[in-house]
């Protein structure tokens, strides 16, 4: 993944050099957007379809409650509500500050000896306000995205570990290199375009690299740990955790990816392309390699 960073990092130095490349950076985003929706719909949702399948086993019962669908509404309020309660919060500390400055500036008498420079000024800083509220909301969404790709990032590398047959190991091992790459891609595209610095950025996407580690080596432990060996609760946490991750992504990609760069009128055919391109590639990759 950080080779993929590094690559899109490649992208946004060229478009901040080369006029009109911004454009071509968002067809890649849209890629992206289309790579995130294919693995909601196709890979975490069935997943998590399988997993309550499973739990019904168990316990000899079947749910005719919606119970995945509430999981993934879960997942979905989640991001929303930690967004918002994170905005909220930032709103309050600039209103804070700004009605402090106000009074040590004795901004009331500016207001009267000058109001058209004073209006400019509260325009200004109000442009300046919602610039850094929208990459706070930026920056939030995307650490939320790399959270629930890592989180599917363990699940599939416990696929990994608990397969006894090389061959099949080597199947599961390449079908991840690949969905991996190309997720990984994405990744770095969306992160390129927040407000991260490129450190944290790196660490971010690091962190996501090592999941499928953590996922293969240690994950089964970790399951063990959490379940305290009983089989039940390990079905009902990998269970719960798809779905939550399942409604981060359809959130991320639906208000986040797809009307950001769909409300910028260029390259809109292209734009729709790569997104049905990026759609298409993992539903292949799926088709191809359906234990992976």
């Known amino acids: ?23 071509l950076l968002s067809v890649f985003s849209v890629f992206g957007g289309g790579v995130f929706l294919a693995t909601c719909l196709l890979d975490l949702l069935p997943d998590a379809r399988e997993s309550l399948r499973k ?32 905005m909220f919060i930032r709103e ?4 804070s500050s700004a009605d402090m400055d106000h009074l040590i500036t004795g901004y009331h008498n500016r207001d009267e000896s000058n109001p058209e420079l004073t209006g400019f000024h509260s325009e200004y800083e109000s442009q300046i306000n919602q610039q850094s509220l929208t990459q706070s909301q930026s920056k939030i969404r995307v ?7 890592s989180l599917h990032a363990v699940f599939e590398g416990l696929s990994l570990g608990l397969v006894g047959g090389m061959n099949e190991i080597m199947q599961i091992f390449f079908a991840l290199l690949l969905h991996k790459t190309v997720i ?7 992160l390129v375009q927040s407000a991260l610095s490129p450190t944290v950025a790196f660490i971010w996407s690091t962190v996501f690299a090592a999941q499928i580690l953590v996922g293969g080596f240690g994950g089964i432990a970790i399951l063990d740990f959490v379940s305290r060996g009983s089989p039940l609760i390990a079905g009902k946490v990998s269970f719960i955790a798809q779905a939550v991750a399942c409604g981060t992504f359809l959130y ?19 734009k729709l392309f790569s997104l049905v391109t990026g759609f298409t590639l993992i539903a292949v990759l799926i088709a191809l390699f359906p234990n992976g």
Do not use: D, K
């Not at 309050?92 to 209103?95: G, P, R, V």
């Open 252 to 270: 991320i990609t639906c208000f986040e990816i797809l009307p950001r760069e769909f409300h910028q009128h260029q390259l809109r055919i292209a």
């Open 184 to 190: 990984g891609f994405s990744l770095g595209v969306r």
């Open 143 to 149: 650490i939320l995205l790399v959270m629930a790709l």
């Open 55 to 86: 739990l019904e086993e168990m316990q000899q019962i079947t749910y005719h409650y919606p119970v995945m669908e509430i999981f993934v509404a879960v997942g979905f309020l989640l991001v929303l509500s930690t967004e918002q309660v994170t």
């Open 1 to 23: 993944c950080n080779y993929n960073l590094q690559f899109a990092f490649l992208l946004r130095r060229v478009a901040n050099t080369t006029t009109g490349f911004w454009p």
């Open 92 to 95: 309050m500390e600039w209103h």
